[in-house]
T-cell receptor
Framework: DQQVKQNSPSLSVQEGRISILNCDYT??????FLWYKKYPAEGPTFLIS?????DKNEDGRFTVFLNKSAKHLSLHIVPSQPGDSAVYFC??????????FGTGTRLQVFP | NAGVTQTPKFRILKIGQSMTLQCTQD?????MYWYRQDPGMGLKLIYY???????DKGEVPNGYNVSRSTTEDFPLRLELAAPSQTSVYFC???????????FGSGTRLTVV
C-alpha cells in the first residue's frame, strides 16, 4: 500500500530549463508535504515544504505546488543547474510524528 | 554542531549474527527515527521515538529492536541478521514543532 507515489523513477533536463518532479498521494488526511534531496553516499536533506492550507510555496529556484483535489504535488526547479542532479524524495505527514516517503526520482541535469 | 551521527558507515554481517547501529544527535531533538532504504523502494520507517523512554513501531519493524534511554541516542538492534536486512539505514531527528527531519549520513549493511 504505497500512500505516496513518485511514478517517474528518473528525469533528464538540460541546464537552464525547468525541472518538474511529480508526486501523488492517496491519504486525504495528509496535511503537510516535504521534498528532500539526496546525493550518493549522503543522507537526505530537507529542501522545501508546504502545508495543506496552501497551494504554493516558493524558495529561490524551488517552488512546490499542491493540488489537494487531485492529491498531487509537484516540485519545480527553475533554472535547473548541474548541482541539482540528485534523487528527490517526496514525503507526507498526517498530523502525526511520522513521514511517509515516496520511492524517489533521480534527476539528471546535463549541460 | 555535528547534527545526526551514525556509526558504522559500512558493515558486512553473516546470517544469524547480531549488531547495533548507533545513532546520536546533539540538537536536543525529542523525535528520532530509523528508516531503511532499499533500491527503488524509497524510505521505509522501522521504529521511531517521540522522547526518551518512548518508542513505537513503524512500517517494517520485524527483525529489529530499539531503545531510547537518553534524548541523544537511539540505537537500532538487529538480532539474527537475514539477507532481507541488507539495506542502507538512515537515522533522523526533529524538534517537536518542526516537520523537517535532519538525517544522518547512513549505514550501509550487507548480510551474507
Amino acid at each position: 500500500d504505497q500512500q505516496v507515489k513518485q511514478n517517474s523513477p528518473s528525469l533528464s533536463v538540460q541546464e537552464g530549463r525547468i525541472s518538474i518532479l511529480n508526486c501523488d498521494y492517496t491519504n486525504s488526511m495528509f496535511d503537510y508535504f516535504l521534498w528532500y534531496k539526496k546525493y550518493p553516499a549522503e543522507g537526505p536533506t530537507f529542501l522545501i515544504s508546504i502545508s495543506s492550507i496552501k497551494d504554493k510555496n516558493e524558495d529561490g529556484r524551488f517552488t512546490v505546488f499542491l493540488n489537494k483535489s487531485a492529491k498531487h504535488l509537484s516540485l519545480h526547479i527553475v533554472p535547473s543547474q548541474p548541482g541539482d542532479s540528485a534523487v528527490y524524495f517526496c514525503a507526507a505527514g498526517a498530523n502525526t510524528d511520522k513521514l511517509i516517503f515516496g520511492t524517489g526520482t533521480r534527476l539528471q541535469v546535463f549541460p | 554542531n555535528a547534527g545526526v551521527t551514525q556509526t558504522p558507515k559500512f558493515r558486512i554481517l553473516k546470517i544469524g549474527q547480531s549488531m547495533t547501529l548507533q545513532c546520536t544527535q546533539d540538537m536536543n531533538h525529542n523525535y528520532m527515527y530509523w528508516y531503511r532504504q532499499d533500491p527503488g523502494m524509497g524510505l521505509k520507517l522501522i521504529y521511531y521515538s517521540v522522547g526518551a523512554g518512548i518508542t513505537d513501531k513503524g512500517e517494517v519493524p520485524n527483525g529489529y529492536n530499539v531503545s531510547r534511554s537518553t534524548t541523544e541516542d537511539f540505537p537500532l538492534r538487529l538480532e539474527l541478521a537475514a539477507p532481507s536486512q541488507t539495506s542502507v539505514y538512515f537515522c533522523a531527528s526533529k524538534e517537536g514543532a518542526i516537520y523537517g527531519y535532519t538525517f544522518g549520513s547512513g549505514t550501509r549493511l550487507t548480510v551474507v
